[in-house]
């Protein structure tokens, strides 16, 4: 028996530990070598609406303005075949040489010709597609509302485009956390992933320029992720995948008894190599013994709200005590 096996999505899954999106499911050897370290599922580099972008610009800026006008129509969608077929191509070999369910990943932010890409993953044989959502909410026109009503648009017209499962990786900006996580739950979906980690920016004092932030995020950071796991996944109908800051089996089983069905590996594995997957499982399987749990089921969701005696304690949020040395409310 596999102690580990789990489903996510609606797909069967070996064990909960799964590789995201990330340069290391960008190419067949490291695909293979996650395979191979027991991974449950791998996530195939996104495509990104704005990478598709830049390459039609640079293509377009080539030509001058109002001239060729078939052509700029011609450049546009050979820089959009490009990334797309690149990807297309990898899932395709990735299909036939792998057993684990692979996910793949498009980004978008726009209404825009998303689904069609969507259709061709279907096509060559992705088992499930993960919508990697995010728009920065940095435009003062654009409220809350507007801004989770396209989300939502795009959520829906891509269940409606596929008919494999679709599982949407989101962010942690939202104000409503809860009822947006319901609505888009109620688009359809059958995953959702929290939280993406975005590339951040910085500053460099000396030269006074914004510079990349590290890209790679630390052990310590799952906890908000930890918190609106276990606040959300017991509530909703949709399979919940925990990703950011998850580098070791007492943080993923922390995560899983939050009700998360699986774990998104990135940072870990681009730190310390794909070998860090196989030493999780092992250790996975040892606190399991150490705690006297048989299966995931044992214990996935042991930890949510729903089911806890304090409810009150998984919504503190303010350290009053230190300040007062009174109860938190
Ligand atoms: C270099 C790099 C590239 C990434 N590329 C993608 C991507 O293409 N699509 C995506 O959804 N997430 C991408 N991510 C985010 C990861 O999948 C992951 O959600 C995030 O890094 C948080 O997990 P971690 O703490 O284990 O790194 C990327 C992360 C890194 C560091």
């Given at each position: 028996?596999n ?6 999505a ?7 530990l ?7 499911t960008?190419?067949?050897a490291h695909l293979?070598a996650?395979?191979e370290?027991g991974i449950?599922?791998v ?5 990104f609406?704005?990478q598709i972008e ?11 303005a109002?001239?060729f006008a078939?052509a ?7 820089a959009?075949?490009t990334a797309?077929?690149?990807?297309l ?5 990735a ?5 684990v369910?692979?996910?793949?990943s498009l ?7 998303w689904y069609?890409y969507?259709?061709r ?5 992705a088992?499930a ?8 909410p940095?435009d003062?026109?654009d409220?809350s509302?507007?801004?989770e009503?396209?989300y939502?648009?795009?959520?829906k ?7 494999i499962?679709?599982?949407?990786k989101?962010?942690s ?10 609505e888009?739950a ?8 929290l ?7 910085d500053?460099?004092i000396d ?5 990349p ?26 399979d919940f995948a ?7 089996a ?6 899983i ?14 730190k310390?190599?794909?070998?860090a997957?196989?030493r999780m ?7 399991m013994?150490r705690?006297?749990?048989?299966s995931?089921?044992?214990f996935?969701?042991?930890m949510?709200?729903?089911r806890?005696?304090?409810p009150?304690?998984?919504e503190?949020h ?5 300040l007062?040395?009174?109860e938190?409310k």
């Amino acid at each position: 028996m596999n102690r580990l096996e789990c489903s996510y999505a609606g797909l069967k899954l070996r064990s909960p530990l799964t590789a995201a999106s990330s340069p290391l499911t960008a190419d067949m050897a490291h695909l293979k070598a996650l395979e191979e370290a027991g991974i449950g599922a791998v996530v195939l580099k996104s495509v990104f609406e704005e990478q598709i972008e830049s390459e039609s610009k640079a293509a377009l800026d080539g030509l001058s303005a109002g001239e060729f006008a078939d052509a700029s129509v011609y450049f546009e969608n050979f820089a959009k075949n490009t990334a797309v077929d690149a990807s297309l191509g990898l899932l395709e070999e990735a299909k036939k040489t792998l057993s684990v369910p692979v996910f793949v990943s498009l980004n978008c932010v726009r209404d825009g010709s998303w689904y069609e890409y969507a259709k061709r993953a279907e096509n060559v044989g992705a088992d499930a597609l993960e919508l990697n959502l995010f728009i920065l909410p940095s435009d003062v026109r654009d409220s809350s509302a507007d801004l989770e009503r396209r989300y939502l648009q795009i959520i829906k017209k891509t269940v409606r485009s596929v008919s494999i499962p679709v599982c949407v990786k989101l962010g942690s900006y939202f104000t409503g956390m809860t009822h947006f996580l319901k609505e888009a739950a109620g688009c359809g979906v059958k995953g959702i992933v929290l939280f993406n980690r975005y590339y951040n920016i910085d500053f460099d004092i000396d030269s006074e320029n914004v510079v990349p932030a590290a890209p790679l995020s630390s052990p310590d950071e799952y906890l908000t992720t930890l918190r609106w796991i276990a606040l959300s996944a017991a509530e909703l109908p949709v399979d919940f995948a925990a990703a950011t800051g998850i580098y070791s089996a007492e943080t993923a089983f922390k995560m899983i008894a939050a009700g998360a069905k699986t774990v998104q590996l990135c940072s870990v594995l681009m730190k310390d190599g794909v070998a860090a997957a196989e030493r999780m499982r092992s250790e996975l399987l040892a606190l399991m013994d150490r705690k006297g749990y048989a299966s995931l089921s044992d214990f996935c969701g042991k930890m949510a709200q729903e089911r806890s005696a304090d409810p009150s304690a998984y919504e503190r949020h303010q350290y009053i005590r230190f300040l007062t040395g009174s109860e938190q409310k």
